[in-house]
């Protein structure tokens, strides 16, 4: 499988796997070793996580099954995000629900991180969502700390537009230090941050894109869907003359841009992970790209 260079340290697959879910997957601790471990031997290294996924629990669900492989650490990238806080009874901060970019709580959330994964480092953390209180002097303070600590090796945003983006960038050049990642909502379905130039930004600044939510949380694939529907009638056409999934049509939807987007996947099924695999090998045409992104137009282009 391709990968993605993020920094000069890094290097992403052209596929993530992401474990917002994986409390809810009702797996042992070694059949989610396994999992990984089956990820890995398919070329999916990147994997995704959140402080706050799972009620702060899918963190550490992770590391008790990395742990069992101590080895399989260095096949595989952590991602990480921070920022949010939750209702939650775990910590006595999580009292209710706002954000928190303050330097020192995206150094204890980090520190906390590591210690659920079990691991000494992550690959990359994401501040999670914008603040309207954030100041991006303090955020860039917590990032050099953590970089000089050996404790993160890129940085990225989740959720950010471009002027939230020019701020923190900003601010962070001046201490040499550049935003790889930027991870956006986008599907065959949610579109808003092609319309809105988003993608290309990105692509401008040489910051990389990475997709959650690519299949957009089943609405693709809902009977009573209107929107939904109609743009699975579109993929399933090609999908028929392609010979493969419709899964597989959405991701090489995403292959086509140019800017190295990485889909995050979410499901734990590997049927539904090798259709996605299937599709970095599907070429559609421009004709079948512009057919799908009108269907979620739902109007044609100018």
């Keep these: 499988m391709e990968r993605i260079p993020i920094n000069q ?4 697959s052209k596929l993530i796997q992401g474990f917002w879910r994986a409390n809810q997957w009702n797996m042992t ?12 031997e398919r070329g999916i290294t990147t994997m995704d996580h959140a402080d706050i996924y799972g009620d702060y629990e899918c963190e550490i669900i992770f590391g008790k099954a990395l742990a069992l492989s101590p080895k399989l650490k260095e096949d595989i990238q952590l991602v990480t995000k921070c920022g ?3 209702p939650s009874n775990k910590y006595i901060f999580t009292d209710a629900h706002r954000y928190d970019l303050s330097k020192k709580h995206i150094i204890a959330s980090v520190e906390q991180s590591l210690k659920n994964l079990n691991v000494d480092h992550v690959d990359n953390l994401l501040i999670h969502r914008p603040s309207p209180l954030m100041d991006p002097v303090e955020i860039t303070e917590a990032i050099v700390t953590l970089v000089n600590d050996g404790k993160i090796k ?4 989740s959720n950010f537009n471009e002027q939230q983006y020019q701020l923190l960038s900003n601010q962070l050049t001046k201490e040499k230090l550049h935003i790889s990642v930027n991870q956006l909502e986008l599907s065959p379905y949610y579109v808003d941050n092609i319309n809105n130039d988003m993608i290309t930004a990105m692509y401008q600044q040489q910051v990389k894109v990475m997709a959650w939510s690519p299949y957009a949380g089943g609405k693709l694939f809902d009977s009573f869907d209107d929107k939904g529907q109609r743009i699975l009638t579109v993929i399933k056409q ?3 003359r392609y010979g493969v999934s419709p899964n597989a049509v959405i991701i090489s939807w995403f292959d086509k841009f140019p800017h190295d987007i990485m889909p995050i ?3 734990s099924k590997l049927d539904r992970i090798d259709q996605a695999i299937e599709g970095l090998s599907v070429t559609i045409t421009d004709q079948e790209w512009f057919d799908i992104y009108t ?3 739902g109007h044609d282009i100018p």
């Design 265 to 267: 996947l979410g499901t």
């Design 295 to 297: 269907a979620a137009l």
């Design 238 to 240: 090609i999908a028929n």
């Design 9 to 12: 340290h890094v290097t992403f």
């Design 154 to 157: 890129s940085f990225g945003i």
């Design 84 to 86: 949010i806080i939750l």
């Design 29 to 40: 601790h070694q059949q989610l070793n396994r999992f990984i471990n089956q990820l890995v």
